[in-house]
């Protein structure tokens, strides 16, 4: 165990994974550290097969760290993902956007014009009235009561 072990094919082989150093890949098939293929992100089958293959800590194997990896992040992605979308509905329901603002602005000054003008029309209408006797009174028997 306190011997140095270097990865390179021919100087003395380990017989343990705990033996390997952890730059090197360890495969359980065949016993045998070899030099990680660093062309390849994973170690071709022809190697070693993903299984058997370990690197760094012999108790994790390739799949089950592929597999993990997915996993977390997967799990980081879906939150952030879920993050950016309460955000965005939170900052749209707060408060109305522009567009919105501007309508419902333009929207009160109709309504305030449209009853400015109805009031200007109404009065019209009764000076109208009034000039040829049309006018309405609240009461309409009152005309006859003061004869």
């Given at each position: 165990m306190g011997?140095?072990?270097?990865?390179?094919?021919?100087?003395?082989?380990?017989?343990?994974?705990?033996?390997?150093?952890?730059?090197?890949?360890?495969?359980?098939?065949?016993?045998?550290?070899?030099?990680?293929?660093?062309?390849?992100?994973?170690?071709?089958?022809?190697?070693?097969k993903l299984s058997s293959a370990r690197w760094g800590v012999c108790w994790v194997n390739f799949e089950a760290l592929i597999i993990t990896m997915s996993v977390v992040g997967g799990a980081f992605l879906l939150?952030?993902?879920?993050?950016?979308?309460?955000?965005?509905?939170?900052?749209?329901?707060?408060?109305?956007?522009?567009?919105?603002?501007?309508a419902m602005r333009e929207r009160e000054e109709r309504r305030i014009r449209q009853e400015e003008r109805r009031a200007e029309m109404k009065t019209r209408h009764d000076?109208?009235?009034?000039?040829?006797?049309?006018?309405?009174?609240?009461?309409p028997y009152a005309r006859f009561e003061n004869n």
């Open positions: 011997r140095a072990v270097f990865c390179v094919l021919g100087i003395l082989q380990p017989v343990k994974c705990t033996d390997a150093c952890p730059q090197c890949l360890w495969c359980n098939t065949n016993k045998a550290c070899l030099d990680y293929p660093v062309k390849n992100v994973l170690p071709p089958a022809s190697l070693c939150g952030v993902a879920v993050c950016c979308c309460c955000c965005c509905r939170r900052k749209r329901s707060r408060k109305p956007d522009r567009s919105e603002e501007k000076e109208i009235r009034k000039k040829y006797g049309l006018f309405k009174e609240e009461n």
